[in-house]
């Protein structure tokens, strides 16, 4: 049996991408339930043959398209390491983009309401709740399993007495609650998106991707709703994709929210726009 060398060697060459490498030494190490760093202490190891089945399945998998993150059960966000499965999104870099411009616009020392709304992992909600200790936080998502999922991770990292959970579709499952912040990462990709059809997104739960003929149904109806929501001078923050910055924002002004505008990810491309509700509605 080859060593661990020439098992990453294989590997390799059975991966598409420019991450081939990295993503077999991950997968590699999950196998033998050894952290990353192991693996180069130890190349000349050869493992037991029932760790190398696991490896040469999960190779299989991935070749075969499945997302990476699924195979090894977490994806790290921000400060967080998440577990992660198909009935929620993967979390994503762009999305810290969000929770910047989020942790930008709530005090450190100040106790304040935030809602997380598509909550799926748990990864906007739990990482404000890391980073703002004063700050009561809810999270709301229409999938059951997506909502267990984001309540495990919260057990998991010792957030649970700090984040509360409801299940709902967008702003319905909070009920007549105000808060000082809503954020969210809806599904923006229209139906019938060629990028349906490549990569992760293939394997991801298509509730959490698509939303309506141009991508917009679930944006347009969480700005609808989310004044009666918000507190006075309260802030809705929310990702997009990248060519949705202007219907986005067009649709923040409509509403009556002000001092609209976008931020850029990055790769220069419009992903999260924001609006301020008033003191008074106009």
Do not use: K
């Not at 739990?126 to 229409?142: C, G, K, Q, T, Y």
């Not at 679930?218 to 809705?236: C, F, K, M, S, Y």
């Amino acid at each position: 049996m080859a060593d661990l060398r020439g098992l990453l060697a294989t590997a390799r060459l059975q991966l598409p991408g420019n991450e081939a490498g990295l993503e077999a030494e991950l997968l590699l190490a999950a196998a033998l339930g050894r952290p990353r760093s192991w693996l180069y202490a130890h190349a000349d190891a050869v493992p037991a043959a029932d760790a190398a089945a696991r490896f040469a399945e999960l190779i299989a998998r991935r070749a075969a398209g499945e997302p990476v993150a699924y195979l090894l059960g977490r994806r790290g966000f921000w400060t967080l390491e998440l577990e992660v499965g198909p009935d929620c999104l993967i979390p994503r870099p762009e999305t810290e983009l969000l929770l910047e411009h989020a942790l930008l616009r709530l005090p450190l020392d100040v106790p304040v309401r935030v809602a997380d709304l598509g909550t799926g992992s748990g990864a906007l909600a739990l990482a404000i709740a890391r980073e703002r200790p004063l700050a009561e936080v809810w999270a709301s998502d229409a999938s059951p399993a997506a909502l267990a999922r984001a309540r495990a991770n919260a057990r998991r990292l010792d957030l649970a007495q700090r984040v509360h959970f409801a299940e709902g579709d967008w702003c319905a499952a909070l009920g007549a609650e105000r808060y000082a912040m809503l954020v969210s990462n809806p599904p923006y990709l229209a139906e019938g998106d060629e990028h349906l059809q490549q990569g992760d997104l293939r394997f991801e739960p298509r509730m959490a991707l698509v939303s309506g003929a141009e991508g917009l149904d679930a944006l347009r109806a969480i700005i609808a709703a989310a004044p009666d929501h918000l507190e006075p001078r309260g802030w809705l923050l929310l990702e997009h994709g990248a060519g949705q910055g202007s219907p986005v924002r067009a649709l923040l002004g409509a509403r009556g929210f002000a001092e609209v505008r976008s931020m850029r990810d990055l790769q220069a491309h419009e992903r999260v726009s924001l609006g301020q509700w008033p003191d008074a509605a106009p």
